[in-house]
């Protein structure tokens, strides 16, 4: 994903629909690419996430919410950070795990819940924005700065 994601919005019907757009923007992963997700409960970030480490040769299965661990690690073409800022009460607590590490690392970060840690974000992040439209259908808004609201 060396060269910018841009602005783009895709609509999907499922789950799989959204895990397959995942792996669209997963076979595009560098080192030191930066995934900000946001949106609600269930509107399919763990789904996308899933899809990103199936492009990058991980196992989806093994790919879970980082919500009590924080900070996954899968390996992979390139290894995936997978990080959950759900809990956190402050964008410190990013730092303390090792967030400037990982960002300048040899892996890509996805972290869910973005939009709860914003300064932690670096510059050049691609912001992807999940919205509920139904019971399967999602809008994906993607865009190289943060979304307003929360």
């Given at each position: 994903m060396k060269q910018a994601l841009g602005n783009a919005v895709r609509?999907?019907?499922?789950?799989e629909e959204t895990r397959a757009f995942g792996r669209e923007i997963g076979?595009?992963?560098?080192a030191g690419?930066?995934?900000?997700?946001?949106?609600?409960?269930?509107?399919?970030?763990?789904?996308?996430?899933k899809g990103v480490a199936e492009a990058l040769g991980i196992d989806a299965s093994a790919v879970a919410s980082p919500t009590f661990v924080l900070l996954r690690v899968h390996r992979g073409r390139i290894p995936l950070y997978h990080l959950d800022a759900y809990r956190l009460r402050s964008p410190s607590e990013l730092r303390e795990v090792g967030l400037p590490d990982l960002i300048d690392g040899d892996g890509a970060v996805l972290l869910e819940w973005a939009e709860r840690?914003?300064?932690?974000?670096?510059?050049?992040?691609?912001?992807?924005e999940f919205r509920n439209l139904g019971e399967n259908e999602?809008?994906?808004?993607?865009?190289?700065?943060?979304?307003?609201?929360?």
């Open positions: 609509r999907t019907s499922s789950p076979e595009g992963l560098s690419d930066f995934l900000a997700l946001s949106g609600p409960l269930g509107a399919g970030k763990t789904m996308f996430a840690v914003r300064e932690a974000v670096p510059g050049g992040a691609a912001w992807i999602r809008e994906i808004r993607i865009s190289p700065e943060p979304f307003s609201g929360k």
